[in-house]
Structures are given as C-alpha cells and as structure tokens.
C-alpha cells in the first residue's frame, strides 16, 4: 500500500473533434509514446507524468460517437475498458456540442467506468453565447465535471488533482438512465439471467450487457452466446 | 417524405429512419431519431453531399443517405 511507485491508467475517451488529443498533449506534454493496438493499424498514443508521487499513464482511446460494435475504433475502444480497466476515464466533451457528447458518456457510465468530464473549449461555447450550470451538470451525472480550454492550457491542475482524487473514489457511481416502462422490465430480466452466471457477471457490467443486447450488438451477443453454450 | 427532398433552407422533423447497419447506428449515435428538427443549410454543386444542421451542429450526409431518413415538414 505504501509503495512509492504507484502508477495508475487514465483512458481519454470523447467524440471526434473533441479536442481530445490537446488535453491529451496539455496533460503529458513531450513524454509520449506511440504504438499500434495489437493486430490493427490504428495508433494507440500513450503518454504519462507524475503529480504529487503519483505515476499517471494516459492512453488516448480512438474517438467514436458511441461504443457500438460497428467500426474497428469503437471496438478497440470498448475493448480496452473493458479489459484493461483503467482506474479512471477521462471523457473529453466539446462544451459547444454537449448533447451530442453526452451521448458517448452515458455509455461510459453504464459501463460502470470512474469518470471525470472534462468540459472542453468552454471558451467556443461561451462565444456561442451558451451558459453551462457546470456544478448542476456534475450533480445529475454524478461525476467530477472540470472546465478546460485545451488550446490555453485551462484547467490543467484541476484535471490533475480530479485524476488522483477520482482514484482514491472507490465509491460506486450509480448513475443510471431509465429506458421507460417498456424496456425497462425486459433489461432487469436480461440483468438477472446475466448476473446468474459468475463468470460474465465478475467480468462485464451486467446493465451494459444487457442494453448491448438488446442493441443487437455483435459482440455482446458473442460474449453470451459464449458463456451460456457450455 | 424523404429528408433528400427537403429544399434548400427549409426546416423538418425526423418521421423515422430506415437505414440500418452501420450508417444507420451511427446517424443514431448522431442524434438522428424521431422528433429531432433538421435544416437543409447547403447543397453541393455536384448533387452530393447536402449539408445539414441538427441539435446546433452541421453533418454532411449523400442524398441517398438521406433518402433513408422520413421526415414531415414542420
């Protein structure tokens, strides 16, 4: 517990043009790695930098508009969180594009990831004469939410501390979209049969696989069809 | 009606979308589902794409995309 090199993985998450890569490069500066993910040609930035003795190692993810299983990018991305689990989630959202960005987030929060929103280019949103409750915003969705203008460098040292904190949050977030009476029954259904077999239920968020499901998503139909054929 | 035929300008409602696969979940992803409002901002000089503007923000889509798309007109 006491060990001085402790190290922990942030992924940035968000949607194309997010300024994903400027937070990225505020947060890391020059001390970046670029390789591929395994067996694909889509490049896997990594970067890392210490605060306060404490080693933080981001990973860029590919930026999608969701976590479907359709394009190589958003299941590079899903994979990753699902498998590497970092500690934490950084989700860059374009202030001046918030609904649409919100998008990608409830589908990292029904992933059941640590996050931290990073409310990017604030600065483009104000000019488009839009005003954001940033606290109320963090109130509803329950996560830590940080204004950043990437380009200036705004709000380097509040994603920074909100990193390590998030860390230390060990609590659960229980942010939880309801799909209305008529979905609703059906996914506690699927959650209950999934949450019956250990071996899915130890391993995936159960409310996410079963919204996965019923997506018709290909991957999660695998992961079940796997783990019920025996 | 189609969201190819809306003219230059004019504003409509998304009726439904019948594109599927991986177009249709990303124009899903994209806020593309009932009830949101689209406008019809440009349309290129060779016929495709159009430009569009939905939920505060512009997407280019072709117009057979867009025949995928039932809308009313508001």
Redesign the interface.
């Known amino acids: 517990m006491n060990d001085p090199r402790r190290e922990i993985t942030v992924a940035v998450a968000g949607q194309p043009n997010s300024g994903k890569s400027t937070i990225f490069n505020m947060l890391t500066g020059a001390r970046q790695h670029v390789a591929n993910y395994p067996g694909v040609t889509i490049e896997k930035r990594s970067g890392k930098y210490s605060y306060k003795g404490d080693t933080v190692i981001l990973v860029d993810l590919p930026g999608t508009?969701?976590l479907?299983s359709?394009?190589q990018e958003e299941r590079i991305a899903t994979d990753f969180l699902l498998y590497e689990k970092p500690a934490v989630v950084l989700d860059i959202i374009d202030a001046?594009?918030l609904?649409?960005n919100l998008?990608l987030t409830f589908q990292l929060q029904e992933m059941g990831m640590p996050l931290i929103i990073a409310l990017n280019m604030m600065d483009v949103a104000e000019a488009r004469g839009l005003r954001i409750d940033t606290q109320k915003l963090s109130e509803l969705l329950k996560v830590p939410v940080i204004v950043t203008v990437g380009n200036k460098g705004k709000g380097k040292e509040e994603l920074k501390t909100a990193i390590i904190n998030a860390r230390r949050n060990t609590e659960n977030n229980n942010f939880r979209i309801d799909y209305g009476e008529k979905l609703e029954p059906i996914l506690s259904l699927l959650e209950k049969r999934l949450s019956e077999d250990l071996k899915i239920s130890l391993s995936y968020p159960v409310r996410w696989l079963a919204v996965k499901l019923m997506e018709n998503d290909s991957v999660a139909r695998r992961l079940v069809e796997k783990a019920f054929s025996k | 009606m189609t969201l190819d035929e809306i003219k230059l300008g004019e504003e409509c409602r998304i009726v439904r979308q019948n594109l599927g696969g991986a177009t249709g979940q990303r124009l899903m992803d994209m806020g593309f589902i009932p009830g949101t409002k689209v406008k019809v901002v440009r349309n290129a000089p060779l016929i495709d794409p159009v430009d569009l503007l939905i939920r505060g923000y512009h997407v280019s889509l072709r117009h057979h995309e867009a025949r995928g798309v039932e809308v009313e007109r508001t």
């Open positions: 508009y969701s479907t359709y394009s001046s594009n609904e649409r998008y």
